[in-house]
């Protein structure tokens, strides 16, 4: 399981990204799209890194929500 950050980025295109995986980032044309791209990008960078014998970085994000 990982936390996925997803927003609307200046093209039009939502933007997806994995905070516990640094540069995992991807995006789509719809929410959906966005959210299927991230979990391929996510798979392949934790088999990337488990081919390269490189630790797995673990779940530490926590979401919060400040109001101002």
Known sequence: MRQ???YPGEDGYWVAECPSLSGCISQGETKQEAIANIKEAIEGYIRALQEDGLPVPE???DALV???
């Open 4 to 6: 996925v950050v997803i």
């Open 59 to 61: 779940e530490r994000f």
């Open 66 to 68: 400040v109001a101002v």
